[in-house]
């Protein structure tokens, strides 16, 4: 079955609205979430990774509600570390960003866990960076890889 493709005449009248990036809205959510007071992320990415991240970030005190625009995420000064598990899936930029964004926590400590793909991937430089800053963060399974606990 052939089938015509005719070019489009007039630009002008046709809107398209892209789908963000993952990596730049879980960037985002983590400056929000660190950030005083409320602030709106326009036009996120949907997925399942940033969903997680969400999910993990609710977990530590920041609140984050949908709306037609985008999420509306109320920061907090420093995460809460109240023993939870914060389950992120096989998402490897997310679970960096918040293993560095939980060793600025306060309280008990956080588990950060995920699908076993996730347990694969090697996150020895991150925490060996982190512990010189001050972090306390310990392997739950595998040295070197996680899930990862921090206090």
Same mark, same amino acid.
């Given at each position: 079955?052939?089938?015509?493709?005719?070019?489009?005449?007039?630009?002008?009248?046709?809107?398209?609205? =892209?789908?963000?990036?993952?990596?730049?809205?879980?960037? $985002?959510?983590?400056?929000?979430?660190?950030?005083? @007071?409320?602030?709106?992320?326009?036009?996120? =990415?949907?997925?399942?990774?940033?969903?997680?991240?969400?999910? $993990?970030?609710?977990?530590?005190?920041?609140?984050?509600?949908?709306?037609?625009?985008?999420?509306?995420?109320?920061?907090?000064?420093?995460?809460?570390?109240?023993?939870?598990?914060?389950?992120?899936?096989?998402?490897?930029? @997310?679970?960096?960003?918040?293993?560095?964004? $939980?060793?600025?926590?306060?309280?008990?400590?956080?588990?950060?866990?995920?699908?076993?793909?996730?347990?694969?991937?090697?996150?020895?430089?991150?925490?060996?960076? =982190?512990?010189?800053? @001050?972090?306390?963060?310990?392997?739950?399974?595998?040295?070197?890889?996680?899930?990862?606990?921090?206090?």
């Amino acid at each position: 079955m052939i089938k015509e493709i005719k070019p489009v005449k007039d630009f002008n009248k046709i809107k398209i609205k =892209l789908p963000s990036s993952k990596s730049l809205t879980q960037r $985002a959510l983590l400056c929000a979430s660190l950030s005083e @007071g409320e602030s709106l992320i326009l036009n996120p =990415l949907k997925s399942e990774d940033t969903e997680l991240l969400k999910e $993990a970030l609710v977990k530590t005190g920041v609140k984050i509600k949908e709306n037609e625009k985008g999420w509306n995420v109320i920061g907090i000064k420093k995460p809460l570390l109240n023993k939870e598990e914060a389950h992120l899936g096989n998402n490897g930029t @997310g679970s960096r960003f918040f293993l560095a964004y $939980a060793s600025l926590g306060k309280g008990d400590w956080i588990d950060i866990t995920g699908k076993p793909r996730l347990y694969e991937r090697p996150v020895k430089p991150l925490v060996e960076a =982190l512990r010189k800053l @001050g972090a306390n963060i310990e392997f739950l399974k595998n040295q070197n890889f996680f899930p990862v606990r921090v206090k």
